[in-house]
Every structure is written in C-alpha cells, then in structure tokens.
Nanobody, 118 residues
C-alpha cells in the first residue's frame, strides 16, 4: 500500500515560477526513484524529470535550464521547481515513485494542474 500525493499546482503567467511537491507514504523505501511526468489534453504522458535516491537527475530536454528536481529522503518527498514557465508547460503534473529495477513497483499520484496563461 503506497500513497503518492502532489500539491502546488495552479495558474501562473508566462515567465513565472511555480513549485510542486509530492509526498509518498506506505510501503516504500528510500532507494526508490522519484519523478515528475506531465500530460496535456490530446497528448501522451511524458517524462519531466526524475531523481534517484543518490540524487542522480534526469531532465527532459524541454525543461533543462528551467526546472529543478530535488528530494528529501528523510521525508519521502520530491520537489519540482519550475521557472521561466511557458504556455506549452500547461498540463497535469503527476508524481511517480518507482523501484529502480522493478517496473512492477511503480506508484502514481492523482496529479496537480499547472496552467500557464498565454
């Protein structure tokens, strides 16, 4: 039993900033990777950024230099700081918690809406 809960979404102007957080609880371990994905209407879900328990990060090309992912292993929490937001960043942002070697141990939050006005 794992729960993943996001918060921090909202409406922001182009060029603005927004911070998201995601807290995981239940039967998880600190070795799990944590990350953010997003899905816009009519598009498939895409990776935004991930971070391992050892703080190794992976970013999608479209957010490099603008977004920063971080985590607090003691709190089982992952963060996404989003700067220089663009209208095309508008999407539901979903948090994922996953065992680094076992795809079956993967858990998703309900998502939080991020809207960047044009």
């Amino acid at each position: 039993q794992v729960q993943v809960v996001e918060s921090g979404g909202g409406l922001v102007q182009p060029g603005g900033s927004l911070g998201l957080s995601c807290a995981a609880s239940g039967r998880i371990f600190r070795i799990y990777d944590m990350g953010w994905y997003r899905q816009a209407p009519g598009k498939q879900r895409e990776l935004v950024a991930t971070i391992s328990s050892g703080y190794t990060t992976i970013y999608a090309d479209f957010v490099k230099g603008r977004f920063t992912i971080s985590r607090d292993n003691a709190k089982n929490t992952v963060y996404l700081q989003m700067n220089s937001l663009k209208p095309e960043d508008t999407a539901v942002y979903v948090c994922n918690v996953k065992h680094p070697l076992m795809d079956s141990l993967s858990y998703w939050g309900q998502g939080t809406q991020v809207t960047v006005s044009s």
